[in-house]
């Protein structure tokens, strides 16, 4: 594992790089949020990185190609951490952020480690009921079907089997919480709870944990 230094003000954190991927990036508070879980980081004696870190200058670029710079830079950010954290809370839809189910994958396909929280219980089959509704139809076979006829999965799983098998089949885990609606992206205590699975996993952070 990478061990890095990090200068705040007057305080030195030293210890893992994290990367933060989800959907935070899209709130109207988006940097407070950011910033909230830098400084959890920090309390647990480790680094936090999130995809608003880089530097670069987009200004002159087109649209395109900053799509393509920006994606090009969290790769980097992925590769120079230790340690994956993944927002999964259903974004825009039943569920997670296609960004961060990307990122997550990425980082799994680079041998790092990766932790995942949720601020939504439930099974991605009960969302994508609720979601569907009416469309939702039983198989001849067994099984659901959407109004296209294509199976709807069901494995009992947090979110798509492939986003549980990247974090549970490196030894992490997927911290489910249940925070008021109005506070399902802002709601810290799963990402929280992801770093002290760290400490645990990794034996290293402050005494906090």
């Given at each position: 594992?990478?061990?890095?230094?990090?200068?705040?003000?007057?305080?030195?954190?030293?210890?893992?790089?994290?990367?933060?991927?989800?959907?935070?990036?899209?709130?109207?508070?988006?940097?407070?949020?950011?910033?909230?879980?830098?400084?959890?980081?920090?309390?647990?004696?480790?680094?936090?990185?999130?995809?608003?870190?880089?530097?670069?200058?987009?200004?002159?670029?087109?649209?395109?190609?900053?799509?393509?710079r920006i994606g090009t830079n969290n790769e980097d950010m992925i590769r120079s951490c230790?340690?994956?954290?993944?927002?999964?809370?259903?974004?825009?839809?039943?569920?997670?952020?296609?960004?961060?189910?990307?990122?997550?994958?990425?980082?799994?396909?680079?041998?790092?480690?990766?932790?995942?929280?949720?601020?939504?219980?439930?099974?991605?089959?009960?969302?994508?009921?609720?979601?569907?509704?009416?469309?939702?139809?039983?198989?001849?076979?067994?099984?659901?079907?959407?109004?296209?006829?294509?199976?709807?999965?069901?494995?009992?799983?947090?979110?798509?089997?492939?986003?549980?098998?990247?974090?549970?089949?490196?030894?992490?885990?997927?911290?489910?919480?249940?925070p008021p609606a109005d506070r399902r992206f802002v709601d810290l205590a799963g990402f929280?709870?992801?770093?002290?699975?760290?400490?645990?996993?990794?034996?290293?952070?402050?005494?906090?944990?």
């Amino acid at each position: 594992m990478r061990s890095s230094t990090a200068r705040k003000g007057d305080a030195v954190t030293t210890g893992l790089r994290i990367y933060l991927a989800g959907p935070d990036v899209f709130l109207a508070e988006a940097a407070a949020v950011l910033a909230a879980k830098r400084k959890l980081c920090a309390e647990y004696g480790f680094i936090g990185v999130t995809p608003i870190d880089s530097e670069a200058d987009l200004s002159m670029l087109p649209k395109h190609a900053a799509a393509l710079r920006i994606g090009t830079n969290n790769e980097d950010m992925i590769r120079s951490c230790d340690v994956v954290i993944a927002n999964l809370t259903p974004f825009r839809g039943p569920s997670a952020d296609v960004g961060t189910a990307y990122e997550l994958g990425f980082a799994r396909a680079l041998g790092l480690p990766v932790l995942a929280y949720t601020n939504v219980a439930g099974s991605l089959l009960e969302r994508t009921r609720d979601a569907l509704g009416e469309q939702v139809k039983e198989r001849p076979g067994g099984g659901l079907e959407d109004a296209d006829g294509m199976v709807i999965e069901d494995f009992d799983c947090v979110d798509n089997l492939m986003l549980v098998v990247a974090v549970e089949g490196g030894g992490g885990r997927v911290v489910i919480n249940s925070p008021p609606a109005d506070r399902r992206f802002v709601d810290l205590a799963g990402f929280e709870a992801c770093l002290k699975l760290v400490v645990e996993q990794f034996g290293m952070g402050s005494e906090q944990a």
